[in-house]
């Protein structure tokens, strides 16, 4: 896409400024290796395997698409269907390698590419093709590299130097080796099979997704093209069947057996030894969640911990997790903090509000998470004996372990001045490369607590605003579960700044419902999404005029995606008194249409609740617009599908209520190559005409 606007073109030449940043990272088994996809440079969306050796500090290219495949290297039209959904799920949109598994010493490396399977020796650099059965998905080795699961077509196959003859998995018009959507897109689960540590066997995944409705896709724009299907379980009706077995080399079979119907969700599973077998199960609702030991021999399983809310259970990524002394690290939240308990002992405060519990780290256990302002995260050790938890990392900022291992530990530190990943490791610390382009722009949001909720915000001006003008108000929100829009982390305030430039006093509030503040400020959402949503960014609005007189509350804009979007559409159906004029991409409008595993783990049941299901869906709201409202989609969205946006035109067009649809052909929910910003360039030329804005200079760059 071509953008006149400097900042927009280069925001789109770099990917949003990642490009060239390392990710995917993983350590080796003894911490004197790592691998990592990086692309060669800030406007190289290629992504590539790299191996750093800690030693020598040595970088080495193992593996280059641009060689493996010339002129194909992970365009999405390329793509097996599962990869392509996969990579939606976990929103990833360069091309080239997406993702990689290996071996524990990290000697050997696998990944797919445009459907085909490659074998690297990471020592040597030497890539094999190995020969599948079809277009190939998820491809991973046995311990000693030998073998490489993979699936095609929906079954689960061997391969290595030889083509198998037939499937691992039997054919059963089930998917084996999958992670279906529910698990892929809400509950943090994306793969489906995993090997013995003997190499014997594999514990795969089998989904019959018979008994979900169908979704269809069809592009407008190539009516040549067949429409495309996938199963999807919509909020109240059924989820797919899901069955974990253990299939033998041997040909040998065991199905795992737990109450399926009483916890459908699988969100985590693996070996912890040739003999047994961890998985963590989940009821409908997510008000229990279980960790259960299995042998792998009989398919028995044995509760070692259970976890309930009488919310919901939120997922603390790292938990529930057996230590390797044999005590269980479960989350234990109070309404004032999330924190983590060992055996049901309480191991932190409520000074500390844990986020993920990384791994282990000298001997203690890594803890991401927050202490007093929720824009800040840090790093802390917590010793599972007892004692205060140390904090590894300090100033402002966004402090994440990327990998650890043993006594090495990759450390991001995302602040004002930029993104930085430095090593540390027994021989000393030192940077790994990122090749990304310079963030163009040292935003300073001001950042405030207001009402008496304490709400998180942020005021982002224009670069030279002169105290006294008055400037229209842009609303840019999330609002919804699972996102913190206000946090000290450097990228995401380059596009606010980029919206203060054109003459804006950008606003962003992380209401109740959002994470990190509390348990108690994030379930106040508990049955219903719109109301405390609505009233907290009215009173945030409010408090923020207050104390930053230059803001124009009778020239309010919204804009938002996805969650933010529904909330931009809301806020000027429901309050038109506050809000003038919105941009909504991607709304779900009605959530008895979005899925299982996400709203009802909010909103419970539709059958169950009704009235809270109704009073969160828009389109009863339509005959009653009086603001300009654009309605942007992609029609590959697969996530919030199109006809959420669809339903609302109609209910609006219905009414004779005027709005503008914006249609994405061939664009899904995650806006790539350069999508976001032309609805950034679309939305602002909205914005001006409902708003009244004068253009005025764009000092964008």
């Known amino acids: 896409m071509t953008h006149t606007d400097p900042f927009l073109a280069l925001s789109a030449r770099t990917g949003r400024f990642s490009y060239g940043s390392p990710r995917a990272a993983a350590l080796s088994s003894d911490g004197a290796r790592l691998l990592f996809l990086r692309s060669t440079g800030a406007e190289d969306p290629v992504e590539r395997l790299w191996l750093l050796d800690l030693t020598t500090r040595r970088e080495t290219l193992v593996a280059d698409p641009a060689a493996l495949a010339p002129g194909r290297t ?73 073998l490489v699961a993979y699936v095609a077509g929906g079954q689960l196959w061997l391969t290595g130097e030889q083509p198998a003859d037939a499937p691992l998995s039997p054919r059963d018009g089930a998917v084996w080796g999958v992670a279906e959507f529910a698990a892929a897109e809400e509950l943090g689960r994306t793969r489906g099979h995993w090997w013995s540590p003997d190499g014997s066997a594999l514990l795969v995944t089998r989904i019959d997704e018979s008994a979900l409705p169908l979704r269809w896709f069809a592009d407008p724009a190539h009516p040549e093209r067949a429409p495309e299907s996938f199963a999807y379980p919509q909020a109240g009706g059924p989820n797919a069947d899901l069955q974990l077995w253990v299939l033998g080399l041997d040909g040998g079979r065991v199905r795992i057996l737990w109450d399926t119907d009483e916890f459908p969700y699988l969100t985590a599973a693996g070996w912890e030894g040739d003999g047994e077998l961890l998985l963590t199960v989940a009821d409908r609702l997510q008000q229990r969640v279980v960790l259960l030991s299995a042998d792998p021999a009989t398919g028995k399983t044995t509760e070692l911990a259970l976890t309930t809310d009488e919310f919901w259970v939120d997922p603390l990524p790292g938990t529930p997790q057996r230590l390797a002394d044999g005590r269980v690290l479960t989350s234990y939240d109070t309404p004032a903090a999330r924190g983590v308990a060992l055996d049901g002992r309480i191991l932190t405060d409520e000074r500390l509000q844990v986020r993920r519990v990384v791994g282990t780290y000298r001997d203690r256990l890594l803890i991401e998470g927050g202490e007093g302002d929720p824009a800040d995260q840090q790093l802390f050790l917590l010793d599972p004996d007892g004692g205060a938890p140390e904090r590894l990392t300090e100033g402002p900022g966004v402090h994440s372990a990327t990998a650890v291992n043993g006594g090495t530990l990759l450390l991001t530190s995302a602040t004002q001045a930029g993104v930085r990943r430095t090593l ?36 982002v001006y224009p670069r030279g605003h002169a105290a006294g003008t008055r400037l229209p108000v842009l609303l840019d929100v999330y609002g919804g579960p699972g996102y913190q829009a206000v946090a000290n982390e450097p990228r995401r305030w380059q596009l606010k700044q980029w919206w203060a430039d054109q003459g804006f006093a950008v606003v962003t509030t992380d209401n109740r419902g959002t994470p990190f503040v509390s348990p108690e400020f994030t379930r106040a959402i508990f049955r219903r999404f719109s109301q405390v949503a609505i009233d907290d960014q009215v009173a945030a609005l409010q408090a923020l005029a207050a104390d930053h007189p230059d803001l124009d509350l009778g020239r309010v804009g919204v804009r938002g995606w996805s969650y933010g979007g529904y909330f931009a559409a809301l806020a000027v159906l429901r309050r038109p008194d506050v809000f003038h004029a919105a941009s ?118």
């Open 74 to 146: 992970g365009d999405p039209a390329d793509l097996p269907v599962l990869e392509r959904r996969l990579r939606e799920r976990l929103r990833l949109w360069a091309p080239g390698i997406g993702s990689f598994a290996a071996t524990g010493d990290l000697a050997t490396a696998v990944f797919a590419l445009d459907g085909r399977v490659f074998r690297t020796d990471t020592a040597t650099g030497s890539t094999t093709e190995l020969p599948v059965a079809g277009p190939a998905f998820d491809p991973r080795p046995s311990a000693d590299g030998s």
């Open 424 to 459: 540390h490791t027994a021989d000393g610390d030192f940077p790994l490369a990122d090749l990304a382009a310079p963030l163009p722009h040292r935003v300073t949001p001001k950042l405030a607590r207001v009402t008496e909720l304490g709400l998180p915000t942020a005021v």
């Open 584 to 701: 909504a991409g991607a709304p779900p409008t009605d959530f008895r249409l979005y899925d299982t595993a996400y709203t009802e783990r909010y909103l419970g049941l539709p059958q169950e609740n009704p009235d809270g299901y109704l009073a969160d869906c828009l389109i009863p709201d339509a005959p009653g617009l009086s603001r300009p409202l654009l309605l942007i989609h992609g029609l590959a969205d697969d996530n919030v599908h199109p006809s959420h946006t669809l339903l609302l035109s109609e209910a609006l067009t219905r009414a004779g209520r005027p709005h503008g649809v914006l249609p994405l052909p061939g664009v899904s929910h995650m806006t790539p190559d350069g999508g976001l910003e032309a609805v950034a360039a679309a939305e602002l030329a909205f914005l001006r005409n409902a708003l009244d804005i004068n253009p005025g200079p764009n000092p964008s760059m």
